[in-house]
C-alpha cells in the first residue's frame, strides 16, 4: 500500500512543534520541568502540538504512529488529534491574532497559527520592532486563544503508539501530545509519523465483510502496521550502506561488511569518513601515501593540544593525499621519515634525524601535539596497522615547541616566509634588510 508521510524525528523538526513546558533534547521532546507542578497529584505536565498539511482538501488521514518511552511509574502519554480543511479554527487574521504586520509574517514565510507558535521569539523580533518577550508573550495568548477554539473537537486516542485514525478528514491534520510526569521522571518521545490516505485491507474482503463496525478494520490494520514497516524498511535500506547516512549502530556492521577496521576510540566522523574514501584507500593500503592518508584522516577530527601556528608541520604539498582530507584542516605535525630519505637531506640534517632510528627501525613518523594520550596511543596503532608486517617503526611526538634540526627540516617540515616590505608593518632586521648600495655620481657639466 502507498502512503504519504510527515515524520518528526530530528531536533530541527521538533522546532515545528509548539507548546509549553517541553524540551528538545537529543533528537525527542520532554518535561522541561520550568514550572510549578499544575496537578493535586504532584506531577507535572506539558503539552506539544503540531500541524501535519496534506497538501489537498478532504484527505482521510490513516494512521499516527508515535515511539515514545515511559521510565517510571506515574508517568503518562496522552494523544488526540483534530482534522479539518481550514488551517485556523479563528476566524480573525492571521496578522490581528499575532499582533505581526503582515509585511514582518511573509519575511518570516509564516502563513498558519501553528507555524507563528513554533517560531523562536527572537527570530521574530530581528524581523520586527518588537521585543523577544512581547513576542513570547503574543505567541501565549495565540496558543490559548486556538486551544479554546478547538477545545471541543479533539478526539483522544485509545492507545499512544500506532494510531488508526478515525473520522479524521480535511487537509490538516492538529495532533497535541500531552507528557505528564513527575519532578524526577519524564516520559520521551522519539518520533512522531502521520500518514495519508487511508487505506485498510478491507477492500480486499467480500462486501459481507465491510460492515463490521470497524472492529474487523482495526484487527487488520495490526497487520497493515506490521507490513507497512516492512515496506518502509526495504524502501530506506540503501541508507544503510551510505555511511555519511546510515544510524551510528550501524557502522560497525557496514565497517565489517567493507572489511575495514574502525577502532572504536575514533571520533564517528572520523569513522563515517574513513568509510566513505575505503574504495580509494585499499591500493594505498601498506604504503607511505596509504599511512599519510590514514594519519591525516584521524588528526583532521581530533583537536591538538596547542594549534600550530603555521603549516611548518603539515605533508608536503608534493605529496599526493586522497580520501578527501584538506590538509588546512589538520591542525598537527605530521612527517614520515624512512630511513632512505636521510641520504638525500644533507649532512648538515642527517645526524639530528639519524638519531631516532635504531639498527631496527626503518620509519619513524612525527606527529604531534597530542592533547590526550588516547590519541597519541591511536596514532601508535595507526602506524602498526598501516604498514607491513617486516617494517618496523616509531612515533617520535612533536611538540609546540620547534628547534632547526631538532625536530624542523627545510622543504619538508619547515618553509621560509616570503620577505615583503609594508609601509608601517615591516621590522628591521626581521622582514627588511639594509645592503650596502654603490652610488655613481656623475660630473656636473
Same mark, same amino acid.
Given at each position: ?39 493535586? *497529584? ?10 501535519? #498539511? ?38 480573525? @487574521? ?10 514582518? $509574517? ?26 523577544p518577550e512581547t513576542i513570547r508573550k503574543a505567541q501565549d495568548r495565540t496558543l490559548?486563544? &486556538? ?9 483522544? !486516542? ?5 494510531? =488508526?485514525? &478515525?473520522? !479524521? ?16 521522571? @519524564? ?9 495519508? /490516505? ?6 480486499? =474482503? ?36 551510505? /555511511? ?6 550501524? =557502522? ?5 561488511? $567493507?572489511?575495514?577496521?574502525?577502532? &572504536? ?43 600550530? #601556528? @603555521? ?15 584538506? $590538509? ?8 614520515? $621519515? ?13 645526524d639530528a634525524y639519524s638519531r631516532p632510528f635504531s639498527e631496527s627501525e626503518s ?24 604498514? /607491513? ?28 616566509? *616570503? ?24 660630473? #656636473?657639466?
Amino acid at each position: 500500500m502507498e502512503f504519504s508521510q510527515r515524520t518528526t524525528l530530528t531536533d530541527a523538526d521538533w522546532q515545528q512543534w509548539a507548546g509549553r513546558n517541553i524540551a528538545i533534547r537529543d533528537g525527542g521532546i520532554e518535561l522541561a520541568y520550568k514550572s510549578e507542578p499544575d496537578r493535586s *497529584d504532584g506531577a507535572t505536565t506539558g503539552v506539544a502540538y503540531r500541524q501535519f #498539511d496534506a497538501e489537498r482538501t478532504a484527505v482521510q488521514w490513516h494512521r499516527l504512529v508515535i515511539d515514545h518511552q515511559e521510565p517510571a511509574a506515574g508517568t503518562q502519554l496522552r494523544v488526540a488529534y483534530v482534522a479539518s480543511d481550514e488551517p485556523t479554527p479563528l476566524e480573525e @487574521s492571521l496578522a490581528a491574532i499575532c499582533g505581526l504586520s503582515k509585511s514582518v $509574517l511573509q519575511a518570516a514565510e509564516i502563513e498558519t497559527i501553528w507555524e507563528f507558535l513554533a517560531r523562536k521569539p527572537s527570530e521574530l523580533a530581528e524581523l520586527s520592532d518588537n521585543s523577544p518577550e512581547t513576542i513570547r508573550k503574543a505567541q501565549d495568548r495565540t496558543l490559548s486563544k &486556538a486551544v479554546a477554539a478547538i477545545d471541543d473537537q479533539w478526539q483522544p !486516542a485509545s492507545t499512544t503508539e500506532d494510531i =488508526l485514525l &478515525a473520522a !479524521a478528514k480535511g487537509r490538516y491534520l492538529t495532533v497535541r501530545v500531552e507528557l505528564v510526569g513527575t519532578q524526577q521522571a @519524564s516520559p520521551r518521545v522519539e518520533s512522531v509519523r502521520a500518514s495519508w /490516505p487511508r487505506q485498510s485491507y478491507l477492500q480486499y =474482503l467480500p462486501e459481507i465483510y465491510q460492515d463490521t463496525d470497524g472492529v474487523l478494520e482495526q484487527f487488520l490494520a495490526v497487520f497493515g502496521t506490521l507490513f507497512t514497516d516492512i515496506e518502509r524498511e526495504i524502501q530506506t535500506v540503501t541508507e544503510l550502506i551510505d /555511511p555519511r547516512a546510515t544510524p551510528a549502530e550501524a =557502522l560497525p556492521w557496514l565497517a565489517a561488511w $567493507l572489511g575495514v577496521e574502525t577502532p &572504536a576510540e575514533w571520533p564517528l566522523p572520523a569513522i563515517r569518513t574513513r568509510l566513505a574514501a575505503a574504495p580509494e584507500h585499499h591500493p594505498t593500503r601498506g604504503t607511505r601515501d596509504g599511512l599519510r592518508n590514514m594519519l591525516a584522516l584521524y588528526l583532521a577530527h581530533i583537536e591538538p593540544a596547542e594549534p600550530l #601556528d @603555521s603549516a611548518r608541520l603539515v605533508p608536503s604539498e608534493q605529496t599526493p593525499v586522497g580520501m578527501d582530507v584538506d $590538509l588546512e584542516e589538520v591542525s598537527h605535525g605530521l612527517w614520515i $621519515l624512512e630511513n632512505a630519505d636521510l641520504e638525500s637531506i644533507g649532512p648538515a640534517a642527517t645526524d639530528a634525524y639519524s638519531r631516532p632510528f635504531s639498527e631496527s627501525e626503518s620509519v619513524v613518523v612525527y606527529a604531534g601535539p597530542f592533547e590526550q594520550q588516547s590519541h597519541k596511543r591511536a596514532v601508535e596503532k595507526i602506524i602498526d596497522r598501516q604498514t /607491513p608486517a617486516h617494517i618496523t617503526h616509531r612515533l617520535v611526538e612533536i611538540g609546540t615547541e620547534w628547534r632547526l634540526g631538532h625536530n624542523g627540516f627545510l622543504g619538508e617540515t619547515s618553509r621560509l616566509a *616570503d620577505r615583503s616590505f609594508k609601509l608601517g608593518g615591516t621590522r628591521l632586521g626581521s622582514t627588511a634588510h639594509l645592503q650596502a648600495t654603490r652610488v655613481d655620481a656623475a660630473a #656636473d657639466d
